[in-house]
T-cell receptor
Framework: DGGITQSPKYLFRKEGQNVTLSCEQN?????MYWYRQDPGQGLRLIYY???????QKGDIAEGYSVSREKKESFPLTVTSAQKNPTAFYLCASTPTGGARTEAFFGQGTRLTVV | GDSVTQMEGPVTLSEEAFLTINCTYT??????LFWYVQYPGEGLQLLLKATKADDKGSNKGFEATYRKETTSFHLEKGSVQVSDSAVYFC??????????FGTGTRLTVIP
C-alpha cells in the first residue's frame, strides 16, 4: 500500500543531543513537508522540499535541518540548538497538481526531551 | 497573506447532535479548501475537499460547501457519533506548495 512512513513513533532525546526523524514515502510525490504540532495547537511548518536536492525554510526552521537526497526520503534532524524540541512531528507529501491536490500525512513522531 | 481562521474549541456534543465547525479564509487567487481529521496520537487524514466555489465536499456524513461570497468552508454533520471525537483542521491551498492550516478544533462526543 502506498503511504508515508515515519519512524520512530516515539523518540527520547537527552539535552545537547541531535536526533533524526525519518520520513519515507512511496507515493512518488515531488513535494514533502515537516510540521511541528504542540499540544492544543495547530501545525507549524518547519521545512519543505519541492524537488530532490532542494528545500526551503518554513516558519520555524531554527534549530532544525533537513536533507532531500532521494525523492522518497526527507529526514529531519532536531539539533541541540532547538531549545524546546518536545512536540509531535508530522511529515507530509503532495503530488504535483497545484492547488487541487491534497497533502498526505504520516502517523507522526512524538519527541520528548529527557 | 493567505490564512485560515477556525472556530476555537473544544466542542462537546451529545451523541446524535448536529455539528457545525466554522472556518473562514483569506486568500489571493483561487484556493482549494480541505478538512482534515486527527485521531489521538495519529497523523492527519483528509476528510473532504472542495476545489472551486460552490463545490460541496462530503464524506462519512460530513459536508462542507465552498462559499466564495462569504469566504467560508464550514464543516457540518447531522448526527455525530462517539467515534467522531477527534481534532478537525480546516486548510487551504493556493498553489503547488502553499498549504495553510487552521489551529484545529477538538470535538468530544459523549454517549
Amino acid at each position: 500500500d502506498g503511504g508515508i512512513t515515519q519512524s520512530p513513533k516515539y523518540l527520547f532525546r537527552k539535552e545537547g543531543q541531535n536526533v533524526t526523524l525519518s520520513c519515507e514515502q512511496n507515493l512518488n510525490h515531488d513535494a514533502m513537508y515537516w510540521y511541528r504540532q504542540d499540544p492544543g495547537q495547530g501545525l507549524r511548518l518547519i521545512y519543505y522540499s519541492q524537488i530532490v536536492n532542494d528545500f526551503q525554510k518554513g516558519d520555524i526552521a531554527e534549530g532544525y535541518s533537513v536533507s532531500r537526497e532521494k525523492k522518497e526520503s526527507f529526514p529531519l534532524t532536531v539539533t541541540s540548538a532547538q531549545k524546546n524540541p518536545t512536540a509531535f512531528y508530522l511529515c507530509a507529501s503532495t503530488p504535483t497538481g497545484g492547488a487541487r491536490t491534497e497533502a498526505f500525512f504520516g502517523q507522526g513522531t512524538r519527541l520528548t526531551v529527557v | 497573506g493567505d490564512s485560515v481562521t477556525q472556530m476555537e474549541g473544544p466542542v462537546t456534543l451529545s451523541e446524535e447532535a448536529f455539528l457545525t465547525i466554522n472556518c473562514t479564509y483569506t486568500a489571493t487567487g483561487y484556493p482549494s479548501l480541505f478538512w482534515y481529521v486527527q485521531y489521538p496520537g495519529e497523523g492527519l487524514q483528509l476528510l473532504l475537499k472542495a476545489t472551486k466555489a460552490d463545490d460541496k465536499g462530503s464524506n462519512k456524513g460530513f459536508e462542507a460547501t465552498y462559499r466564495k461570497e462569504t469566504t467560508s468552508f464550514h464543516l457540518e454533520k447531522g448526527s455525530v457519533q462517539v467515534s467522531d471525537s477527534a481534532v478537525y483542521f480546516c486548510a487551504l491551498k493556493t498553489g503547488a506548495n502553499n498549504l495553510f492550516f487552521g489551529t484545529g478544533t477538538r470535538l468530544t462526543v459523549i454517549p
